[in-house]
């Protein structure tokens, strides 16, 4: 901050100093009164446009040629001599169903939206392969499936879904379902993993069907290090399921004022919503703010922002009160939660960017004292009289003028014929913009020592006052503005 005050400082005595260099005692100028704040040097709209609320999503397509984004490579999984699984079922500590008393004011019933069974093992060389089979499915019934571990960084496990033909006792040679994340160790609140691997499916037909789930080890295998295998089997979910993956991420499409969702629930402990998003080159803005109702946050719910690396390795990107620095390109967001769930509250997920400060104006200002806009020969500026509070308005925007939310300013007052140790010399104060880009600082001004000196020929009067200035940054960049104010001490009639 003491940096930042002697570049406006410095900023401030230069401008100072070209006025000085100016004829001080013109005494052909006029005195203007008006009660009309000072006009911006262009029309400012001090209102924001709501964001965009989505209304309907759209399947992401991941093409193998991209190689920014996620896609499936299905392994050869020798499924003729699937044996009976060799899993163990184990009671583990699983999220809780919320009742709608804690969702909703409208009921109070217990809501079992989903069936939830968890498997442990383990695979003892690289390619070999766990299978759990058969699941079976009433019609409209959606099946999940969730991967964790081994949590090692040496092994790498993926997740296939098949159908099971309930006849012949055979599972399907071709997957419904893969999900084949590269293993990246990131830090999680639980603790250090790699994101699990989700697959699923849903029964669209009128008649029971089944399922086989296998477990194979793409990279590595262990006897010691386990995998855990959740299964979920749901009767009440929204219409987007299954998409538990970023393979099956749906476009979420972020307007330029921002854009939101509102209609999609997290139905079981295992259950994954995943948004795709795309950067442009061409934008306005370095970072976006992703962010869930505050109600969903409070229930557990969490929204991640992931990058893709080569081997489809997702890292979980930092997150400063839900804004995150994104470069060109496409990124996946991840809706689940850590606590308590409900197939019947609806979450809201809005995307919003957080748009590059461009420029800062002084839009005006304003007092408790008296003031007006006189012409001395330094040119028509604001007058208050020494001692008053000057309230200091202004917007950031982006170059392109759109109102910049949520900016840090501070605003530096400076009188150079105050000294240094006088504690008169200089004011300051620091806000943030508001939603409409719009910020407002109230400035206690010292006494004018009356340095300078202009006569009023019009009406036969010397004036006294300081010429000071005003300069207003958006912090840690060089965006700044500058302006003139005339600090009144006295005036005498000749």
């Not at 299978?131 to 496990?157: M, R, T, V």
């Not at 402990?269 to 409070?298: C, F, G, H, M």
Request: glycine content about 6%; hydrophobic content about 35%; overall charge negative.
């Amino acid at each position: 901050m003491k940096r930042f005050r002697k570049v406006i400082s410095v900023t401030l005595s230069s401008m100072l100093l070209l006025s000085f260099g100016m004829t001080a005692n013109a005494s052909a100028s006029t005195e203007e009164k008006t009660d009309q704040a000072i006009q911006a040097a262009s029309n400012v709209q001090l209102t924001t446009d709501k964001e965009s609320v989505i209304k309907q999503l759209t399947r992401a397509d991941k093409p193998e040629s991209i190689t920014d984004s996620v896609y499936t490579l299905t392994e050869n999984i020798n499924l003729a001599t699937a044996q009976k699984s060799e899993l163990k079922k184990r009671v583990t500590p699983s999220l809780k169903a919320s009742s709608k008393s804690a969702v909703s004011a409208k009921a109070t019933a217990t809501v079992a939206t989903a069936s939830t069974a968890t498997y442990s093992g383990t695979i003892t060389e690289e390619g070999g392969t766990q299978f759990l089979y058969p699941i079976y499915l009433q019609p409209g019934e959606l099946l999940q499936a969730q991967l964790d571990g081994p949590f090692s960084a040496q092994l790498d496990y993926d997740l296939y879904l098949y159908e099971f033909d309930m006849a012949t006792g055979d599972i399907n040679s071709n997957p419904i379902d893969v999900s084949n994340y590269g293993t990246y160790v990131n830090n999680y609140e639980q603790g250090a993993a790699s994101l699990p691997e989700n697959v699923g499916a849903r029964n669209t037909t009128g008649a029971n069907k089944a399922y086989a789930i296998a477990v194979h080890a793409k990279k590595g295998s262990s006897i010691n290090d386990p995998f855990y295998l959740t299964v979920a089997v749901s009767s009440n979910y929204d219409a987007y399921e299954p998409d538990d993956s970023a393979f099956h991420a749906y476009n979420f499409t972020v307007n330029d004022k921002g854009s939101s969702i509102n209609f999609r629930t997290i139905h079981s402990s295992i259950d994954n919503d995943w948004y795709q998003v795309t950067v442009p080159v061409s934008r306005n803005y370095d970072a976006l703010n992703v962010k869930l109702d505050n109600t969903s946050e409070s229930y557990g719910y969490k929204a991640e922002v992931y990058a893709a690396l080569t081997g489809n390795q997702m890292v979980l990107l930092p997150q400063t009160n839900h804004n995150v620095t994104l470069n060109t390109g496409t990124y996946y967001v991840r809706v689940y939660s850590t606590s308590q769930y409900s197939a019947d509250h609806v979450y809201t997920l809005a995307i919003n960017p957080v748009l590059r400060a461009g420029k800062i104006e002084i839009t005006g200002y304003n007092s408790n004292g008296y003031y007006d806009y006189p012409t001395y020969s330094y040119g028509r500026h604001y007058r208050i009289n020494g001692g008053s509070n000057l309230i200091v308005n202004g917007v950031v925007k982006t170059t392109d003028g759109q109102l910049v939310p949520n900016a840090p300013v501070t605003v530096v007052w400076l009188d150079k014929n105050w000294s240094e140790g006088s504690g008169n010399r200089t004011r300051t104060a620091s806000t943030y913009t508001n939603d409409n880009g719009a910020f407002s600082v109230t400035l206690a001004l010292p006494q004018s020592t009356g340095k300078n000196v202009e006569y009023i020929s019009a009406i036969g009067s010397t004036h006294y006052f300081d010429l000071t200035g005003v300069a207003a940054q958006v912090d840690g960049t060089s965006i700044s503005t500058t302006d003139i104010v005339y600090l009144f001490a006295y005036s005498l009639r000749n």
